[in-house]
């Protein structure tokens, strides 16, 4: 009785929530722009950025979804009252998210975004539901890359709008030059191109491609994380279901299907989560 409760709480909230981000701009998306309900067959449903390139994580295979964030959105989305048919994913790269959340493109994203406090100046986040860290990748046959102190004088790849180009551009920018791609898929077609000399970005992400077949026995994870990466799940500042959120991951934690999900996205990689951080507790709603 009391799951039936808070769902349809929430599903109220969230309705509210849709109707606000209609009112603030219409752009593109399944809604209509009057009447509340989504046009796309009946019921309400619940748009959700993903990455769509990145395997075991948000991955897009033909008109599958899969990975860690699409299990955990799946889980969460269910906590709120939304079956897995009424979600619709929708891709949200790295340098998008914030605008795609203001703008009622989205209505929560699970796309590996790390909480950090310039992103709270535009945008809210509930979680953290993972703990990753920044780390490199390069060719297998490599020795001489063995950490972000050691980049000097190469070429380096990253993502626009990731926390990963960023702390290049803050902390390591003297000497290294850094090629910015929109996606991680395609700075790995790069370095395997031989045209840069490492990626960098989330451990969890590298070691995701690395163990795509077509890259496998051509490219390593150099296996020394130097950041925090909290996975939080991005929502509009205005909203009333942070909280709800919150108790969702909490639950998938304490469930046992948090350890379930890491399991089944990260076999065959070799990848561990980082077992002081994770699982993480979830911050306190704002
Ligand atoms: N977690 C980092 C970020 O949020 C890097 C991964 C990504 O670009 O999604 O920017």
């Not at 906590?79 to 340098?95: F, H, M, N, R, T």
Request: aromatic share 6%.
């Amino acid at each position: 009785m009391r799951t039936r409760h808070v769902g349809a709480a929430t599903l109220a909230a969230l309705t509210a929530l849709t109707l606000a981000a209609c009112g603030g701009g219409d752009v593109g998306g399944g809604d209509g722009g009057d009447g509340g309900d989504s046009s796309d067959g009946g019921g309400d449903s619940i748009k959700i950025g993903i990455k769509f390139d990145q395997p075991g994580l948000g991955y897009q295979d033909g008109s599958e979804y899969t990975g860690f964030d699409v299990d955990v959105a799946t889980y969460v989305a269910d906590k709120l009252g939304y079956s897995e048919d009424q979600i619709e994913w929708v891709e949200a790269p790295s340098a998008n998210r914030e605008t795609m959340l203001q703008t009622g493109q989205v209505d929560m994203i699970f796309a590996t975004y790390s909480i950090t406090d310039e992103r709270k100046e535009q945008v809210a986040f509930a979680g953290p539901y993972f703990v990753a860290g920044q780390d490199l990748l390069v060719a297998e046959d490599n020795s001489d890359i063995t950490g972000p102190e050691t980049l000097e004088g190469k070429n380096l790849c990253s993502v626009t709008g990731s926390t990963s180009a960023q702390r290049i551009k803050d902390e390591y920018a003297e000497g290294v030059q850094l090629v910015e791609r929109p996606g991680y898929a395609e700075c790995v077609t790069a370095l395997t191109a031989g045209q840069v000399d490492a990626v960098t970005t989330d451990d969890i992400i590298l070691a995701g491609l690395a163990g795509q077949d077509a890259n496998k026995g051509k490219v390593k994870v150099v296996g020394n994380p130097f950041s925090e990466e909290r996975y939080g799940v991005g929502l509009p500042q205005d909203n009333e279901v942070c909280e709800d959120v919150n108790s969702a991951i909490q639950e998938m934690i304490d469930d046992g299907s948090w350890e379930e999900f890491v399991m089944s996205n990260t076999e065959g990689t070799g990848y561990e989560p980082n077992a002081d951080q994770n699982p993480p507790t979830p911050d306190a709603c704002a």
